[in-house]
């Protein structure tokens, strides 16, 4: 009878205990948590997008951890989508057990690689809303590409233009027009406009992001045509090395090494790339070569070290020098020449993630750029001429990404940049300094809509304030058709030649004078008796403002079967307020004095086309396609005499007439095949450019019948076989028809071949 008393004491008593702590926890919210993790290594899965049945989102921190809480109870459908991974869902009771530990399987399809340069965010290249080509490492790889320059001559709707250096023409535009960067940090040193795309190797790229279209929305000046954006590799694994060795025509040499390591806090990588050239000569009437022989050398590399949970801290340094030798000749006088550049940057950042929803980013890029061309008499040894270039940017920025919900994505920056340069053929230049000011907002209604909005303000210190608009979409109509469209502003600021150049030639012996120095400069040549005849007043050349442009794109992304897409993109860019070099006076020596003024309009208009092909019978295999039509004119105003009812009058015309050195149609086409037995890679390009206006040769502003440059193909072949899963052997023919041509193509020796190792180390 004890024994059942206390039985029954003790199960009221603990009974009663656990009603009393139940009750308050019955009356609480139930929560849902988790940790989100890659099924391949387990490692956490940041930013991964979680939403639940009830319209509730939030977004997993650095461990892939989440939570939601004040959930009533129930059953609740859990969704988890992140960038380069399957999307995954499942059901769930409230309050659960223990917390969800969800595994997510990477994609392995091409088109979910993620890109950044679009929206300054990492985005799935399907959600992208403009017109973005991505080149993989893969590509670069397996076409033996070892300069910027070499794989973007092979993509639809760019040209390679030679003018003061290797430029590319992005829809028509010159190559002032688009901006290059390096890990979202702006390439300097540009000559006449033309940044020299040999200049940067590739040996150690993830993947190159093209925008089409204006960016100065969110890029600013010199993104009037778009951007070229050059990823760069970081580490992945512990601990991994490659060694590239290459040798082929023309005494060329090409040799790199590449490390990367990656441990719990700390990755980076290490990259450097020595090359060499004796150049060579497609005018052997001339004394000076046509590419003279050079060497260069790169060094890159970069540190990530994260702190905490919530900071990281990143260091990246680049450094290129490249010197060249050749002789050439004026007036009978020969000559020794020596060029030399340098090119280094510093880029140190911050980033912090507050809380779930916000994440700011800070950095600071340092770059400076220097030349220096040096011309001796070679019998006497004494200096002929001496210029030199030094050209700085420094850049501050901060940033800041806010992920409101799945359905709502903010990004807001400001920054300033200081720009110095100081050569010989400058007049005094001040530092420009200029603040910007840019936001932009993503919003999806619904999942198959994205709309994106966004602005940048630019004030600088000598031209006006700038205020760019943007607006783009993307409609998703099925799982095969894809519609995006954009609209958009641009602007291009004046260069520094533009507002500060004072340049005599002293071989030709014409001048050439920036806006602040014309009046001064054609003061001087009167006073010393040099001008015979004057066309313009130079006050007129004294106010120069920025270009400015809008532009529309629209196109589809179509995938009507496993391994087939097709890509359609049609384009307008009108500009207006175009900087035109106009002659203002014609000096006693014959030769002619030139400044620089806001005259012109123009247009450019296409459309490309791109289809790509891999059968799943024989996915080994891939075919590709492109062709782009483009139609680019400027506007151009003619003054003749003429007599009207037995009266001399002059009459005044403006017409659109087509522009020089723009081709209407371009093809592509590319096969790259994998033979599995035998572990062997090969690889067939083809580029057709053509016919185009090549130079306006009676100065009648008029594509002439006889000023057209002939149409040509460029064929390149690779064919590389792997050993021991370590060492690829490549060997690689450029130019295969062996077309050439001093003027049309002058950085094309012809047919050349080469033969490259690869050794993965470890």
Do not use: C
């Not at 988790?34 to 977004?59: E, M």
């Not at 590409?145 to 993509?155: F, G, K």
């Amino acid at each position: 009878m004890i024994r059942i008393v206390k039985f029954y004491k003790n199960f009221f008593l603990r009974n009663f205990l656990f009603l009393l702590i139940s009750i308050p926890v019955l009356g609480q919210d139930s929560s849902i948590e988790g940790v989100i993790l890659s099924k391949d290594d387990r490692a956490p899965i940041p930013n991964a997008n979680i939403t639940l049945s009830i319209d509730k989102g939030t977004i997993s921190d650095l461990k892939g951890e989440f939570e939601f809480v004040n959930l009533e109870p129930g059953t609740y459908t859990v969704n988890v989508s992140s960038i380069g991974f399957e999307d995954y869902n499942t059901t769930i009771e409230a309050p659960g057990i223990k917390p969800l530990r969800i595994l997510l399987v990477p994609k392995v399809y091409k088109s979910d690689v993620a890109v950044i340069t679009a929206t300054r965010t990492e985005k799935s290249l399907a959600d992208v809303t403009v017109p973005v080509t991505v080149i993989g490492k893969e590509e670069i790889e397996r076409t033996g590409s070892i300069r910027l320059s070499d794989i973007l001559d092979e993509q639809i709707g760019m040209s390679i233009v030679n003018d003061h250096g290797t430029g590319i023409q992005v829809q028509g535009f010159d190559p002032d027009y688009t901006l290059i960067m390096i890990d979202n940090q702006p390439v300097i040193g540009r000559t006449a406009g033309t940044l020299d795309l040999t200049r940067l190797a590739i040996g150690n790229v993830e993947q190159i992001e093209i925008v089409k279209g204006p960016s100065s929305a969110l890029w600013g000046s010199d993104a009037l045509a778009g951007v070229i954006n050059i990823i760069t590799e970081k580490g992945n694994a512990p601990l991994s090395a490659e060694l590239t060795s290459r040798y082929g025509s023309n005494e060329s040499y090409d040799g790199s090494g590449n490390i990367k390591f990656k441990s719990e806090k700390l990755s980076g990588n290490l990259f450097g790339n020595y090359t060499r050239s004796s150049g060579f000569d497609l005018d052997n009437t001339t004394v000076t070569p046509t590419i003279p022989q050079y060497d260069n050398i790169t060094l890159m590399g970069g540190v990530d070290y994260r702190l905490n949970e919530t900071f990281n801290l990143g260091i990246d340094a680049r450094f290129y020098e490249e010197s060249q030798s050749y002789q050439t000749e004026v007036d009978n006088l020969l000559l020794n020449g020596d060029e030399s550049q340098k090119d280094y940057s510093f880029s140190p950042g911050i980033s912090a993630n507050i809380g779930e929803r916000f994440l700011i980013e800070a950095n600071a890029f340092l770059s400076r750029f220097e030349s220096e061309t040096v011309l001796d008499e070679d019998e006497s040894g004494d200096n002929f001429s001496l210029s030199t270039f030094d050209q700085t940017l420094n850049r501050f920025e901060l940033k800041n990404s806010a992920f409101w919900n799945p359905k709502n994505v903010s990004v807001f920056g400001l920054g300033m940049n200081r720009e110095d340069l100081v050569a010989e053929i400058y007049a005094d230049v001040p530092f420009f300094d200029s603040y910007f000011l840019f936001g932009q907002h993503e919003w999806k209604p619904i999942t198959e809509i994205s709309l994106v909005g966004g602005f940048r303000f630019d004030s600088h210190s000598e031209y006006s304030s700038q205020l760019t608009p943007k607006f783009s979409a993307l409609y998703k109509a099925s799982d095969i058709v894809s519609v995006k469209a954009s609209l958009g502003g641009g602007f291009k600021a004046p260069a520094f030649r533009q507002l500060f150049l004072n340049f005599t030639n002293s071989t030709v012996g014409y001048s050439v004078f920036g806006t602040s120095t014309v009046i001064e400069g054609v003061e001087d040549l009167q006073t010393r008796g040099e001008i015979q005849e004057l066309f313009y007043d130079p006050v007129e050349f004294t106010d120069i403002t920025p270009e400015r442009s809008f532009s529309f794109n629209t196109g589809f992304d179509i995938k009507p079967a496993v391994g087939l897409k097709m890509t359609i993109n049609a384009f307008r860019n009108n500009v207006r307020d175009l900087i035109e070099t106009e002659r203002i006076a014609l000096k006693t020596n014959g030769q002619s004095v030139f400044s620089y003024i806001n005259l012109n309009r123009i247009y450019t208009q296409g459309s490309e086309f791109q289809i790509t092909y891999t059968p799943s019978f024989l996915e080994a295999f891939t075919f590709s396609m492109g062709y782009q039509y483009l139609d680019a004119r400027r506007k151009i105003t003619r003054t003749f005499d003429d007599v009207v009812n037995g009266e001399v009058v002059t009459i005044t015309e403006q017409e659109y007439v087509s522009m020089f050195n723009r081709s209407k149609h371009t093809w592509n086409f590319k096969t790259f095949y994998r033979i599995q037995p035998w572990d062997v890679e090969t690889s067939l390009r083809l580029r057709y450019r053509g016919e185009y206006g090549f130079a306006d040769f009676n100065s009648n502003q008029l594509l002439d019948d006889n000023e057209y440059a002939e149409a040509h193909a460029i064929v390149n072949a690779t064919i590389a076989k792997t050993f021991k899963d370590r060492y690829e052997l490549m060997v690689g023919a450029n130019n295969l028809l062996d077309y050439n041509h001093p003027l049309y193509l002058p950085s094309d020796p012809g047919t050349t071949f080469f033969v490259q190792l690869n050794i993965n180390l470890y």
